[in-house]
Nanobody, 127 residues
């Protein structure tokens, strides 16, 4: 079983930066390794649905972003460390949410395409 653990959340003022990390451990029943999974970041604010933030193909060669974070957030991955990152700059109060990382077979914006999910890390941006 693949386990994902997010870290790096916290409280930051508007305009500030945070870097989230998502460390993967374990292995899928199929034997598939972390390096073969697409990795995505999603977020969910209170009273709202979970929304797509960013995703990376297994190699990191293809990345996609929600329009709301494009130009401010950067996804990257280090397959040697089984870790994916989300660098968040120029944070806004509306970025406040619980951020989740997820692993799936393809890099899409659809949450249901992802098989494994972390527990989430809280990001709060004060104005």
């Amino acid at each position: 079983q693949v386990q994902l653990a997010e870290s790096g959340g916290g409280l930051v003022q508007a305009g500030g930066s945070l870097r989230l990390s998502c460390a993967a451990s374990g292995r899928a029943p199929s034997g598939r390794a972390f390096s073969s999974y697409a990795m995505g970041w999603f977020r969910q604010a209170p009273g709202k649905e979970r929304e797509f933030v960013s995703t990376s193909s297994w190699s990191g060669g293809s990345t996609y972003y929600a329009d709301s974070v494009k130009g401010r957030f950067t996804i990257s991955r280090d397959n040697a460390k089984n870790t994916v990152y989300l660098q968040m700059n120029s944070l806004k109060p509306e970025d406040s949410a619980v951020y989740y990382c997820a692993a799936g077979t393809i890099a899409t914006q659809r949450p249901y395409d992802y098989t494994y999910w972390g527990q989430g890390t809280q990001v709060t941006v004060s104005s």
